[in-house]
């Protein structure tokens, strides 16, 4: 079992493409209410969570949510796709302004398995082309996420690391 260490208080970035299962990851490790996904925001603003044309007020209402959470002192997991180096260095700005920690966890499924997953879903309706592209954005970062300025960046790799990853808060 690989323990992923995690500030209290700070900010996780869920990090992977449509269906490589970070929903059910966060649904999993952490309690409803420190996870933010984009969805939700999207679904408040629009009332319909795959509303794309939605996402300039879902993000800004998710911006919200986690800097409202980090001023507080509380734990803050984004759960969105976060393939994009401009989208994580907008939450690691605001990690940055409320002084804490940021931590990324990468759920890194081969393609077919997300494309299979999503071809079953009901709550999503996903061109097949976008999660490949999803896919490029996110190998092309993977080594320099560091760098990024996340602290620690955990990658899980394919079903069984992720399904055998336990996340432990550390004050
Ligand atoms: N799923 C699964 N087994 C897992 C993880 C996920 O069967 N170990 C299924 C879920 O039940 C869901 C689909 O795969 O129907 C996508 O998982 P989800 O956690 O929703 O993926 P996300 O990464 O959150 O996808 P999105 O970015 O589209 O929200
Ligand atoms: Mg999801």
């Known amino acids: ?3 992923l260490t995690v500030p209290e208080t700070g900010l996780v970035v869920l990090v992977g493409v449509s269906g490589s299962g970070k929903s059910t ?3 999993r490790h952490f309690r ?3 996870v933010i996904s984009s969805d939700f925001c999207r679904g408040v603003v629009s009332d319909d969570t795959d509303d794309q044309g939605a ?5 800004a209402l998710l911006h919200h949510i ?3 959470r980090l001023r507080r002192g509380l734990l803050a997991v984004v759960d969105a796709t976060n393939v994009q180096r401009a989208v994580r260095g907008q939450l690691l700005r605001i990690a940055k302004e409320h002084d804490v920690l940021s931590t990324a966890i990468v759920l890194d499924v081969p393609e077919r398995l997300a494309q299979e997953r999503n071809r079953a ?4 309706d996903l061109p097949a082309h976008v999660v490949p592209r999803q ?3 996110l190998r092309r970062d993977l080594r320099n996420l560091g760098k990024e300025g996340f602290r620690r ?3 899980l790799r394919g079903e069984d690391e992720i399904d055998a990853a336990a996340v432990e808060l550390e004050r």
Do not use: E
């Open 1 to 3: 079992k690989r323990v």
């Open 25 to 27: 990851f966060a649904a």
């Open 32 to 34: 409803p209410t420190q």
């Open 55 to 59: 996402s300039a007020d879902a993000f």
């Open 66 to 68: 986690v800097a409202t």
């Open 121 to 124: 879903r009901t709550d999503r």
């Open 135 to 137: 896919r490029r954005d």
């Open 153 to 155: 960046v955990h990658v």
